[in-house]
Each structure stands twice: as C-alpha cells, then as structure tokens.
C-alpha cells in the first residue's frame, strides 16, 4: 500500500518561492512517474507536474517557467520547487503516481497573499 506524505507549504507573498516535498512510501517508488497535483477552492483537482522514470517532464500551462520538479529515487522522494508564485498558485497540493494512482495524502497548503 503506497503512501504519500507532502511538506513544505505555507504562506508566501506573491513572487516568493516555496519547495515542496514528498515522501513515498511503499514499493518500486523509482519505476513509477511521479506527479505534483493541486485542487484550489470549488475547483477540480489539477496535475500541475511529472517527472517519469525516463525523465520525461510535464509542466501544466499555468506553472511553466516558474516550477521545478524533481526526484530522489534513493530517498524515495519527489520535490516541487515553487518561484514566483502568484495568488491563483494558492491551493492544497498533493503527489501521487499519475499512472497509478494511490490513495491521496493529506496534501500541504499553499498560500499566496499579500
């Protein structure tokens, strides 16, 4: 049973910058693509970021330019580097595997205010 545990939220003015982490738990965490998700008030839950085995990178839109993600297979671990947030990046933001999806985390809140 996978399990995801995210860090690194906070508040954050706008233009600041904020690291989010997760650790995975649970099985063969180096042969999966691993994905950055966020769900903002009243709105869907969208995938934001994912970082394949291969190295195969997707950035949705909204975040291009402005969010790094990253992986430590050896630490089992996923990293989103977030700059130059904006007010609209405020939102509760989770990881999962985009190709197998768990059961979701707790998620770390991000807000971006002045």
């Known amino acids: 049973q996978v399990q995801f545990a995210e860090s690194g939220g906070g508040l954050v003015q706008p233009g600041g910058s904020l690291r989010l982490s997760c650790v995975v738990s649970?099985?063969?965490?180096?042969?999966?693509?691993m994905g950055w998700y966020r769900q903002a008030p009243g709105k869907q839950r969208e995938l934001v970021a994912s970082?394949?085995?291969?190295?195969?990178?997707f950035y949705g839109d909204s975040v291009k330019g402005r969010f790094t993600i990253s992986r430590d297979n050896a630490k089992n671990t996923v990293t989103l580097q977030m700059n130059m947030l904006r007010p609209e990046d405020t939102a509760v933001y989770y990881c999962?595997?985009?190709?197998?999806?768990?059961?979701w985390g707790q998620g770390t809140q991000v807000t971006v205010s002045a």
């Open positions: 999962n595997r985009p190709n197998l999806l768990g059961d």
């Open positions: 970082l394949s085995l291969g190295g195969n990178i």
């Open positions: 649970g099985p063969f965490f180096s042969i999966h693509t």
